[in-house]
């Protein structure tokens, strides 16, 4: 049974940072590199976003609202995905959910920025 865990949400301050972690369990290491892994959001009274993404070969992409703040990367190693969030703002509030490959989701973290 596949199974992921989310974690580093938590409530900062406007122009601060936070590292989300996603591992990822009962899945093997080899199947893992070839996922696709996400990240989404959704703020409250709003339908889920996506906010960056990961290719298996390390390719990225992000939402435009997100671009030169944050950065998304992975540890194959690890079966884990990171999302490092930076220039951190108010609108960045919800919580945050990874998903790999075909459909496998996260219960999600929550993120609070305060202005």
């Known amino acids: 049974q596949v199974q992921l865990m989310e974690s580093g949400g938590g409530l900062v301050q406007a122009g601060g940072s936070l590292r989300l972690s996603c591992a990822a369990s009962g899945i093997s290491a080899i199947t893992f590199r070839f996922y696709t892994l996400d990240w989404y959001r959704q703020a409250p009274g709003k339908q889920r976003e996506l906010v960056s993404s990961?290719?298996?070969?390390?390719?990225?992409n992000y939402a435009d609202s997100v671009k030169g703040r944050f950065t998304i990367s992975r540890d194959n190693a690890k079966n884990t995905v990171y999302l490092q969030m930076n220039s951190l703002k108010p609108e960045d509030t919800g919580v945050y959910y990874c998903k790999a490959g075909p459909g496998y989701w996260g219960q999600g973290t929550q993120v609070a920025v305060s202005s």
């Open positions: 990961i290719t298996s070969s390390g390719s990225t």
